[in-house]
């Protein structure tokens, strides 16, 4: 029997955590949060897939295979792209797939502009300001509601 696939995707710039703005977005890098998502997901017993990209189109074609490729749930820090991105907002709309949105920050404690997210009316949940932290509590929740399914 396989475990439930659930997709990470991380967008633009977040390759630099660690370096870039450690006082907004701590020190821990992508490298460590994926790590520890890997070994939390073995805990949960689901399966985690993680994908992080600077291009929207590579975002985009990401979601548009998560339709196909068994992932369950997407747990979703669109970086940037939150304030922006009608086309990111639409794939994965497209999905079908319920998703957790992820931020870092505390998007309402920083500039006015980053206050509006074209992700989070579809989201299941949002979490923001929590740091790397927060990708965690997303995949124990997610862990969670795919425990709960009975398909």
């Known amino acids: 029997m396989s475990l439930p696939r659930i997709l990470v995707l991380h967008g633009p710039n977040l390759n630099l955590l660690g370096q ?8 821990t890098t992508l490298a460590d949060i994926n790590q520890s998502l890997l070994a939390l997901a073995a ?9 992080q990209s600077n291009h929207e189109g590579a975002l985009i074609d990401r979601l548009h295979a998560a339709r196909l490729d068994g ?7 669109p970086a940037a792209y939150t304030h922006t991105s ?16 992820v931020h870092l920050s505390n998007i309402y ?28 509590l997303a995949l124990r929740h997610v862990a969670s509601e795919l425990g709960n399914r009975k398909n």
Do not use: M, W
């Open 71 to 77: 992932t369950r749930y997407i747990v979703i820090n």
């Open 43 to 51: 805990e949960l017993q689901v399966e985690v897939v993680d994908f």
């Open 109 to 136: 404690r920083r500039e006015a502009f980053r206050h509006h997210s074209y992700f989070s009316d579809l989201a299941v949940a949002v979490i923001s300001g929590c740091g790397a932290h927060g990708y965690a």
């Open 86 to 101: 009608v086309a990111l907002r639409d794939a994965i709309a497209a999905t079908d797939l319920p998703f957790i949105e």
């Open 20 to 27: 870039r703005e450690p006082q907004i977005y701590g020190k």
